[in-house]
Nanobody
Framework: QVQLVESGGGLVQAGGSLRLSCAAS????????MSWFRQAPGKAREFVAG????????DYAGSVKGRFTISRDNAKNTVYLQMSSLKPEDTAVYYC?????????????????WGQGTQVTVSS
């Protein structure tokens, strides 16, 4: 079993920044992708960013490209999401996800393990 715990969410003004963290414990998936998704009220869960094991391959949703940066520290089993130039439309619960995929996928069905989510609220 894998446990994922997100942290770093909060309330921020438009134009501000936040850094989310996701720590994995238990049976960690060496070699696997870690990704971030988000879900706003009344909307489907959507892909935000993903990173492969080596950290040399990343993918971003068009809506966040150039503003968000995903990174990972495998020694700490942790993935980060640095969010800058935040907009009110970035408001959502942010989830990290992993395993068993080894390629970055954009659909939730490709991921078996999920964190509990952390709320990000961007005020205008």
């Amino acid at each position: 079993q894998v446990q994922l715990v997100e942290s770093g969410g909060g309330l921020v003004q438009a134009g501000g920044s936040l850094r989310l963290s996701c720590a994995a414990s238990g049976r960690t998936f060496s070699g696997r992708v870690m990704s971030w998704f988000r879900q706003a009220p009344g909307k489907a869960r959507e892909f935000v960013a993903g990173i492969n094991w080596g950290g040399d391959s990343t993918d971003y949703a068009g809506s966040v490209k150039g503003r968000f940066t995903i990174s990972r520290d495998n020694a700490k089993n942790t993935v980060y999401l640095q969010m800058s130039s935040l907009k009110p439309e970035d408001t959502a619960v942010y989830y990290c996800a992993t395993g068993p995929t080894i390629l970055v996928g954009r659909t939730p069905y490709e991921y078996a393990y999920w964190g509990q989510g952390t709320q990000v609220t961007v005020s205008s």
